[in-house]
C-alpha cells in the first residue's frame, strides 16, 4: 500500500480533491477525504474559529492558548476532531452535513472555504442540508446558519442535534490539569442558549454561550450522557435514540447540544441560525443574582443575529468587506493562476498570517509560541496596503517588547502583548526586521508620525521613546554586535532558528532555542549580513526622508564596511556562505562535505545588492539552480546533513530532506525570486514564484497533500522519503513575501517613500497585464504594455522620465508603462 492511498480511501484516481471557483473566491472540496484537513480561518478581530473541510478546529478569542472556546485534543485520531458537530436524524439514519462527525456515507458533499467563511452543502436520502460558518464583523461569535430542505415527495420528521465541546479556557491547563478541572465545569442553561462559566466564580470575567433562534426540544451540556459509555462524537447514544437528556453538567466534561424536532413538508425548507459567542462583563457588573451571571451583553448579542436576515445581512456585510480589501491590488494577466493568487489566495493567507502569526493552526497548536517577533514584522511586509492602521498597531505592539540595548524577545503572547520569557531573546536578526516593516509601512502610507510614538521598552510604563530610536537602537545593535571578520554575530539563530551556532546540546529534550550561551563571540552570519546592509540602506532612507542626514550618512558608511566584508569574508566563490561557526569554521561552503550550499544568504544577499558590480547575484542563483532546485521549488541546503553536527545545532537533527535540513522550506523561495528582479533576470524570477506557488501545484495535490489555495511551511526535498509532501499549511511567512515578490518586485507596482513607483520585471511570455492599486488615497490604473517599444512610464498622457509615478493630488490617475 502506497502512502498516499493509506488517505484516499474513497476515490483512488484523484490527484486534485476539489477546484478553484475565482468568481466566488472559493475553493471547492469536493470530498470530505483530502488528504489532511484542509482548513480555513473565521473572524478578523477578536474572535476566531480554525475550520476543517469537515467543519473540524476550534475557536478562541484573541489567544488561542488563553481564551480558547472550544476545546481540540491533540495528537487525537483521526486528527481532525472537534469543532462544530451537528448531525441529523432521519428515521435509523443519522448523518452530519460536513461528513464528520456522524461519518455516513453521503449521496453529496462539498465544502467551500471562502474568505473569512466556510460553507458546506450536502444530501442523504433526498434530504439538502446548507451549513454556513463564519464570524460577523465587529462580534464576537460564530455563527452557524442551517438550512434544510426536503426534496422527497413525502413529508419528513427529522432531529437535528447541535454540538460544541467546551475548553475550560486556558488550552494548555486544559489538556493537563485534570485533577483540577474535571470539578470545575459550570454552566447555566435558559431556554435554547446554553451559557458556559467555569472559573467565573473566581476571577473570571468571561464566558462563551451557544444557541439557536428556535425552540428547543432538549439540550445536554454533560458529555457523558450525551454520548453514552464507550462512545464518541461520532455516534452519541443521545442522538441514535432521538432525545436529549436535558442534562446541567457539573464538572466532568461541559459540553453544549441542541436538540430540534424539524418536521418538512415536500419540498420546505427550514433554516435555523446557531450562535457561538464570547461575552466580557466588567468586573463589577458580573452577576445578575447571586450565583447567576449577567446574560444582559450575551443576549443584546444573540438579538443582534437571531433572524435569518440578520444573519444574511452580516455574511453579505463580510463579503462586501473582503471585496473592498481585494481591490486595493488586483491584477488581470492572461494567467488564470497569477491573477487567482495575487487577486485573492495571497492576500487572504497574509491576512491570516497577520492574525495569527505562527499561533494556531492545525500544526501549530495555539498552545506554544504566540506572536512571533521576526514573524509579525515579515508577515506586514504583504499586509501593509490592506489595513494600514491595523499595520501600524501592531508595529507598536511589536516594537514594545524590545530591549534597551536593541535586541528583543523573540515572542509575545497576543492577549497580554508581553514577551515570552521562556524563549527570551538573542535571536540577532530580530532587531532588523523591525526596520523592514517600519520602512515598508512608510513606503505604504508616506506616515512618518508613526516614527514619534512613544513606544515603550519591555513594556515598562515610563521607558517610552520615539519609535525612531527604536528603529536606531535595532540597526546600532548589529553595528555593535560584530565577530572576528567583521560580519554580525549570530547570537542564538538568525531567521533559520534551526542553524544554532551557540547551542552545542548533547541531551535530549534540551530547546535548541534556549539552550547554550545566546551570545557568542565568534559565529557571524552572512545572512544577517544580507539583512543589514539591505535594511541599513533603508533606515537611512527613512532618515533622509525626515531630515536626518548626517545619520543617514553615518549608518550608509556602516552599511559599507558590512557589504565590504561580505564581498570580503562572506563569498565562497560561487555562491555566499551561510555562515561562520563558533570556531570560525564555514557553514555553507563548497569546502563543507554537507551543507555546501545554502539558500538564505543567495537570496538576501543578492537583494541587498552586495557584489552585484563582480555579478555575485547572477552568479549565486545560477548556483540555486544548479544545487538546490527541484520540482516545487529551492531546497534550502544541500547537501542534507546525513548526522548531527552538535555544533550546528537542530538542523542537523531533521532527517534528510525535511523541514531546515534540505526541504524547500517556502518562505525563502520569494527571496530568490526578488533577487532574480534585482539583478534583472526576469525567467528566473517568475520561474522560482510558480513553482512553489499552491495553485501551480494543485494538479499534485496527492502528493503535496496540503491545501492547494494557500503556501505550507515546507515540501519535503529531494532527499526526503516523502519528496513533495507539504507540512504545515497556512501560518508561514511566504504569504507576506509572496505578496511582495509578485505584486511589487515582478509585476513592478512599488511603493516607494516618494510615491508610487513602476518598475515590472516580466517575461516576454508574460505579456501584457493590468494593475488597479490604490495607494495613499488615490486610484491607480496601470496597463503594462508590452509591445518592444521601451517608452517607459506614461501617466495621464504625458511620458515621464524614471519610474515614479509624480503625485499630483488628484483622486485618479491613468497609468502606461511600455517595455
Ligand atoms: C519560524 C520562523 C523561522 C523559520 C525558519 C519558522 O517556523 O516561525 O521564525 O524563521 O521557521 O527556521
Excluded at 92 to 120: I, N, Q
Excluded at 254 to 266: E, G, N, T
Excluded at 540 to 550: N, R
Excluded at 735 to 761: M, R
Aim: proline share 4%; glycine share 8%.
Amino acid at each position: 500500500m502506497t502512502r498516499t492511498n493509506i488517505t484516499i480511501r474513497k476515490d483512488p484516481k484523484f490527484m486534485k480533491f476539489g477546484f478553484f471557483d475565482d468568481a466566488a473566491k472559493e475553493y471547492c472540496i469536493t470530498t470530505p477525504f483530502t488528504p489532511l484537513p484542509w482548513i480555513n480561518y473565521l473572524g478578523n478581530d477578536g474572535f476566531y474559529g480554525l475550520i476543517s473541510n469537515t467543519a473540524g478546529g476550534y475557536c478562541f478569542y484573541r489567544d488561542a492558548k488563553l481564551r480558547r472556546i472550544a476545546r481540540y485534543r491533540y495528537n487525537d485520531v483521526p486528527g481532525d476532531i472537534g469543532g462544530r458537530l451537528y448531525y441529523i436524524k432521519d428515521q435509523d439514519t443519522v448523518w452530519s452535513p460536513a461528513y464528520r462527525p456522524a461519518e455516513t456515507e453521503l449521496d453529496s458533499y462539498e465544502c467551500r472555504h471562502g474568505m473569512g467563511y466556510t460553507t458546506f452543502n450536502s444530501s442523504k436520502n433526498d434530504v439538502n442540508a446548507k451549513l454556513t460558518f463564519f464570524v460577523p464583523l465587529g462580534s464576537a461569535c460564530e455563527l452557524h446558519k442551517l438550512e434544510i430542505v426536503n426534496n422527497s415527495s413525502s413529508a419528513k420528521e427529522l432531529t437535528v442535534f447541535s454540538g460544541i465541546e467546551w475548553c475550560l479556557w486556558n488550552a494548555v491547563d486544559d489538556s493537563q490539569n485534570y485533577q483540577r478541572n474535571l470539578s470545575i465545569g459550570e454552566l447555566e442553561v435558559v431556554g435554547s442558549t446554553i451559557y458556559h462559566k467555569t472559573e467565573y466564580r473566581e476571577r473570571r470575567n468571561h464566558y462563551a454561550f451557544f444557541t439557536v433562534n428556535a425552540e428547543v426540544d432538549g439540550f445536554d451540556t454533560d458529555r457523558d450522557v450525551f454520548l453514552g459509555a464507550r462512545r464518541s462524537w461520532n455516534n452519541p447514544v443521545s442522538v441514535e435514540n432521538g432525545k436529549s437528556g436535558n442534562t446541567v453538567a457539573s464538572g466532568w466534561y461541559p459540553i453544549a447540544s441542541h436538540s430540534i424536532k424539524v418536521k418538512l413538508a415536500p419540498g420546505e425548507k427550514k433554516t435555523y441560525v446557531f450562535q457561538l459567542g464570547y461575552i466580557e462583563v466588567p468586573r463589577e457588573e458580573k452577576w445578575e443574582s447571586k450565583g447567576v451571571i449577567n446574560k444582559k451583553p450575551a443576549i443584546e448579542l444573540i438579538n443582534k443575529y437571531n433572524t435569518t436576515e440578520a444573519c444574511e445581512a452580516a455574511f453579505d456585510e463580510l463579503k462586501k468587506y473582503w471585496n473592498e480589501l481585494l481591490s486595493i491590488y488586483h491584477v488581470e494577466s492572461k494567467d488564470d493562476k497569477v491573477n487567482r493568487m495575487v487577486n485573492i489566495w495571497h492576500q487572504y493567507q497574509v491576512m491570516v498570517t497577520f492574525n495569527m502569526s505562527r499561533s494556531a493552526s492545525y500544526w501549530e497548536t495555539g498552545i506554544g509560541r504566540g506572536m512571533g517577533f521576526r514573524d509579525s514584522c515579515q508577515d506586514l511586509l504583504g499586509f501593509m496596503h490592506l489595513i494600514p492602521e491595523r499595520a501600524r498597531d501592531r508595529i507598536i505592539d511589536i516594537a514594545s517588547i524590545q530591549f534597551e540595548n536593541g535586541s528583543t524577545y523573540h515572542q509575545y503572547q497576543p492577549l497580554t502583548k508581553r514577551g515570552n520569557a521562556d524563549i527570551g531573546g538573542g535571536f540577532n536578526d530580530d532587531p532588523l526586521w523591525l526596520v523592514a516593516c517600519t520602512a515598508a509601512y512608510i513606503r505604504e502610507t508616506g506616515d512618518t508620525t508613526i516614527l514619534d510614538h512613544p513606544t515603550p521598552f519591555n513594556n515598562v510604563e515610563g521607558s517610552e521613546k520615539p519609535l525612531m530610536e527604536h528603529l536606531r537602537r535595532s540597526i546600532n545593535f548589529t553595528i555593535n554586535n560584530k565577530g572576528p571578520h567583521g560580519l554580525p554575530l549570530i547570537g542564538r539563530a538568525d531567521w533559520n532558528d534551526c542553524l544554532n551556532l551557540n547551542c552545542f546540546s548533547e541531551e535530549p529534550g534540551e530547546s535548541f532555542q534556549t539552550f547554550g550561551p545566546s551570545e557568542g563571540p565568534v559565529a557571524e552570519s552572512v545572512f544577517i549580513a544580507g539583512m543589514f546592509v539591505k535594511y541599513g540602506k533603508e533606515y537611512a532612507d527613512i532618515c533622509d526622508y525626515v531630515g536626518l542626514a548626517d545619520e543617514a550618512k553615518t549608518i550608509r558608511a556602516e552599511v559599507d564596511k558590512v557589504k565590504a566584508a561580505t564581498e570580503e569574508f562572506g563569498w565562497d566563490g560561487e555562491w555566499f556562505l551561510r555562515a561562520y561557526d563558533a570556531y570560525g569554521n564555514k557553514v555553507g561552503s563548497n569546502e563543507c562535505e554537507e551543507g555546501k550550499i545554502f539558500i538564505e544568504p543567495q537570496g538576501f544577499c543578492t537583494m541587498a545588492g552586495i557584489g552585484q558590480e563582480k555579478g555575485y547575484g547572477a552568479k549565486a542563483l545560477d548556483s540555486i539552480y544548479k544545487h538546490l532546485m527541484n520540482d516545487y521549488g529551492i531546497e534550502i541546503l544541500a547537501p542534507c546533513y546525513t548526522t548531527y553536527h552538535v555544533e550546528l545545532g537542530e538542523i542537523s537533527s531533521y532527517p534528510p530532506g525535511y523541514k531546515e535540513n534540505g526541504a524547500i522550506f517556502t518562505h525563502n523561495n520569494p527571496w530568490c525570486s526578488v533577487a532574480a528582479t534585482v539583478i534583472g533576470d526576469a525567467e528566473k524570477a517568475f520561474d522560482i514564484y510558480k513553482r512553489s506557488c499552491p495553485a501551480f501545484l494543485e494538479d499534485v495535490s496527492e502528493i503535496h497533500r496540503t491545501e492547494p489555495y494557500v503556501y505550507s511551511q515546507m515540501i519535503a526535498g529531494r532527499a526526503a522519503v516523502h519528496y513533495g509532501e507539504a507540512k504545515n499549511s497556512f501560518l508561514t511567512g511566504t504569504a507576506a513575501w509572496v505578496v511582495v515578490d509578485i505584486t511589487q518586485a515582478i509585476l513592478g507596482v512599488q511603493p516607494t517613500l516618494k510615491g508610487l513607483s513602476i518598475k515590472p520585471c516580466v517575461t516576454k511570455d508574460f505579456g501584457s497585464y493590468k494593475v488597479t492599486r490604490k495607494f495613499r488615497g488615490a486610484t491607480y490604473n496601470i496597463s503594462v504594455i508590452q509591445d518592444g517599444s521601451g517608452k517607459g512610464l506614461v501617466v495621464d498622457g504625458n511620458a515621464v522620465e524614471g519610474n515614479l509615478i509624480p503625485d499630483t493630488g488628484k483622486k485618479e490617475y491613468s497609468v502606461e508603462f511600455y517595455i
